[in-house]
């Protein structure tokens, strides 16, 4: 199993700046995602990070407004930047649990994130 | 686009019953699986079928996927309260594609 920190658990922001979510894996894991669930929503993918690359974005969202951070293998950061009130989600960082690529394993997750913008 | 669709949306149940959520997808998929979400907390994985298994058991879970209807379900068997949260259902792609998840069904389990 992994143990997935992430920091901050909540936060109230302004509309116009930026937060960055810290996540911290317990073991090394190649794969790190980072999701979106909007109040009373279903998860939606925003990016994976990859560890010495770019980050890989879904469609309709973009590095600029999600930059992403993937310094090794047990860490990772997303920025929200820019914020509007419809930013306010819960960000989750997760990790797989099996190894190797393509993704065939089950998913760990974070607490998440959730973040509320005025 | 979102992949699953579960139904119902929401189910609430008296202690002790049975609950069965339904879960359709729309492409072909290596396995599907299925999560908990506790109010306010992240996602707990529950059991994965894989597209070559009709059924599954783990403890009072049980899953079976019928891939000709590109469909699965879930029951809890003898339900408690512990049990109330939101339920969602992920599939990945054919080619072992990232985790598309339903929209989730919430689960109420009164005492």
């Known amino acids: 199993s992994a143990v997935i920190s992430q920091k901050p658990s909540r936060d109230i922001c302004q509309r116009g700046t930026s937060l960055t979510i810290q996540c911290q894996v317990d073991s090394q894991v190649t794969m790190m995602f980072w999701y979106r669930q909007q109040p009373g929503q279903s998860l939606t993918l925003i990016a994976t990070?990859?560890?010495?690359?770019?980050?890989?974005?879904e469609s309709g969202f973009v590095i600029d407004k999600f930059p992403i951070s993937r310094p090794n293998l047990t860490f990772s950061t997303l920025t929200v930047s820019n914020m509007s009130p419809e930013d306010s989600s819960i960000y989750l960082c997760?990790?797989?649990?099996?190894?190797?690529?393509?993704?065939?394993?089950?998913?760990?997750f974070g607490e998440g994130s959730r973040l509320t913008v005025l | 686009s979102q992949q699953g669709e579960e139904d119902p949306q929401a189910l609430s149940i008296q202690e002790g019953e049975n609950a069965t959520m339904n879960c359709s997808y729309k492409?072909?998929?290596?396995?599907l699986q299925w999560y908990r979400q506790n109010s306010g907390r992240g996602l707990v994985h529950l059991i994965l079928?894989?597209?070559?298994?009709r059924e599954k058991h783990s403890g009072r879970l049980r899953v079976t996927l019928d891939t000709s209807k590109k469909s699965s379900s879930l029951l809890i068997t003898a339900s408690r309260a512990a049990d109330t949260a939101s339920y969602f259902c992920?599939?990945?792609?054919?080619?072992?594609?990232?985790?598309?998840f339903g929209e989730g069904t919430q689960l109420t389990v009164n005492p």
């Open positions: 079928i894989r597209s070559n298994e």
């Open positions: 492409t072909s998929i290596n396995n």
């Open positions: 990070a990859n560890q010495g690359s770019e980050a890989t974005y």
């Open positions: 992920a599939t990945d792609g054919p080619s072992g594609s990232r985790l598309t």
């Open positions: 997760s990790v797989e649990k099996g190894t190797g690529t393509p993704f065939t394993g089950e998913l760990f």
